[in-house]
């Protein structure tokens, strides 16, 4: 842990600039192209640069080389998240003979949702970042355990929950759905830190956090398989030529 410490320091004076209010607004950026793109290697890039300026934010609530493990949870979800994606491209592929994640939302959320359109998605990301950029600097709206010079942690909590909130009911499919469940959860982990630091309540919540990413990864996958038997409008498909792999 001595040589690791001094490594995090390290990292943390570099990324001085981003401190505090610039480090809001990248995240209010990158919740908008989340939100806004949909595009699984966007999306999985502008979670990446969130859990590392997340961390910055762990920094200013937790001892370094605690908020270091916040930052190497959110690696590791990226990682499980790649894999995810990749393998569900190579089974969608060979289904429908194109790349790219097919999983699509249930038909009947459709009808209770807006429009999902990029136009939508845009307004309403815009919403959300000047909502929560404007709650967290109200004193009225401080949460439980924030005072004035963590104002920007403030507002990175609404902006969270928000985000993550916003992209669980317009994501197009499983996938992306779990990228706002782990930016709701982020912007949870960062409120409650606040209140509890304990190291067994930080192993806690990476553990659930892992689980999380495991739990989404067996459901995106199963959800393409299930596509693939009962064909993209929930009916069984029917058949009278038998399959092929079980001929083999």
């Known amino acids: 842990m001595t040589g690791t410490l001094p490594t995090i320091f390290d990292w943390l004076q570099t990324m001085q600039p981003l401190r505090g209010a610039p480090t809001l ?6 919740g908008f192209i989340i939100l806004v793109l949909q595009e699984w290697r966007l999306t999985l890039f ?7 300026l997340t961390g910055l934010l762990f920094a200013d609530v937790l001892l ?3 908020a270091f493990v916040k930052l190497l949870t959110g690696l590791f979800v990226c990682l499980m998240l790649y894999l995810t994606a990749r393998r569900v491209q190579q089974m969608s592929a060979t289904t429908a003979g194109q790349p790219g994640l097919r999983l699509r939302a249930a038909p009947h959320l459709r009808r209770w949702l807006p429009a999902n359109t990029w136009a939508w998605r845009t307004l309403a990301a815009l919403l959300v970042a000047l909502l929560a950029i404007w709650l967290g600097q109200q004193p009225a709206f401080f949460l439980p355990g924030i005072r004035e010079p963590l104002a920007h942690v403030n507002g990175a909590v609404f902006l969270l929950m928000g985000v993550g909130l916003l992209q669980m009911t317009l994501g197009r499919d499983t996938w992306q ?22 190291v067994g309540v930080l192993a806690a919540q990476a553990a659930i956090t892992l689980a999380a990413a ?16 009962h064909g993209g409008d929930g009916k069984a498909a029917q058949s009278a030529m038998p399959d092929p792999q079980m001929e083999e």
């Open 25 to 30: 607004y990248a995240l209010a950026l990158l």
């Open 46 to 52: 502008a979670m990446l640069a969130h859990y590392l």
């Open 64 to 66: 370094p080389h605690l």
């Open 177 to 198: 759905m779990s990228i706002g469940f782990f930016c709701a959860l982020t912007g949870f982990e960062l409120f409650y830190n606040q209140l509890e630091q304990s």
């Open 214 to 229: 495991l739990a989404v990864s067996y459901l995106a996958q199963a959800h393409c398989h299930w596509q693939k038997t």
